[in-house]
């Protein structure tokens, strides 16, 4: 069978042989080159599991998962990748291609629901949307000095060890709270699965509306807060959001 044992089950005895199985599909797909292992988890992957170990059809939570893998903007290749590891946990040398059918066309999808830029589950917008505002600041450099040097990242991060269930639930509340402290056409984005940051302009009373943010909502939700000034030159802007984004070293004010 597989590397461990599964059936028709109801729940607390499916949901505890869903667990099981997450563990090593996730393994698998890391060994396989998924790179961030806070990005893996998706609502979609326990739905995946829970049907699988309750004996159910697994065409439409594929087509799920392939929805929610293009929504975080993993590419098509590499979400294959994921559901081969998947299948290879439950004991089959091959994703059967009903199952293969269904991620891609959720795939499909998901990629036109990107459109919005927009992450369904916060609310908040997506990555690739805080690049190109962070882009938009810097047009114009060689005519004089930026938009860009009135402004900072304040970021907001979840330790990424959080059981990803309890990691996204706080996500989800921190999106709601901070469409609610940052009123004045701020950007709010979701970096990752345990980051946020928010494109705000710079002032003199900015420190003093952190130093809130972090003794209230960072307190009472377990997440840090710092802010980072945007760099002189739009590449080392990238540069700057690659590491907030792949968990790189922190740049406190």
């Known amino acids: ?34 790179s961030r292992f806070e990005d893996w988890w998706t609502p979609a992957v326990d739905v995946l599991c829970e049907t699988y170990a309750g004996g159910g059809e697994l ?17 098509i290749g590499h979400a294959l990748t994921d559901l081969d590891a998947f299948t290879r946990s439950i004991g089959l040398d091959r994703s059967p291609f009903p199952m293969v059918l269904a991620l891609a066309e ?5 990629g036109h629901d990107r459109d919005d830029c927009q992450d369904p589950l916060t609310g908040l917008a997506n990555r690739e949307y805080l690049r190109t505002r962070v882009g938009e600041l810097y047009r114009g450099i060689e005519e004089g000095v930026p938009s860009a040097f009135g402004h900072r990242l304040v970021v907001m ?7 990803p269930w309890r990691r996204t639930a706080r996500l989800i509340v921190l999106g709601h709270e901070l469409r609610r402290f940052f009123t004045r056409g701020e ?16 002032g003199p009373n900015l420190a003093g509306e952190l130093d809130r943010l972090r003794e209230q909502t960072g307190w009472e939700h377990g997440a840090a807060v710092w802010s980072i000034p945007l760099p002189g030159t739009h590449a080392e802007a990238l540069s700057l959001l690659d590491a907030l984004d792949g968990g790189g070293d922190r740049f406190d004010r």
């Open 187 to 202: 950007s709010l984005c979701l970096v990752n699965r345990s980051r946020i940051a928010v494109l705000s302009l710079d």
């Open 157 to 163: 991060a979840l330790d990424p060890t959080l059981d």
């Open 59 to 75: 065409t439409a939570p594929c087509t799920r998962l392939g929805e929610a893998r293009a929504r975080a903007g993993v590419g």
């Open 1 to 34: 069978m597989g590397e461990i044992e599964v059936g028709a089950g109801a729940g607390d005895r499916t949901v505890h042989r869903a667990r099981e199985l997450r563990t090593p599909w996730r393994r698998r797909s890391q060994e396989a080159g998924w």
């Open 106 to 110: 959720g795939w499909e999808r998901g």
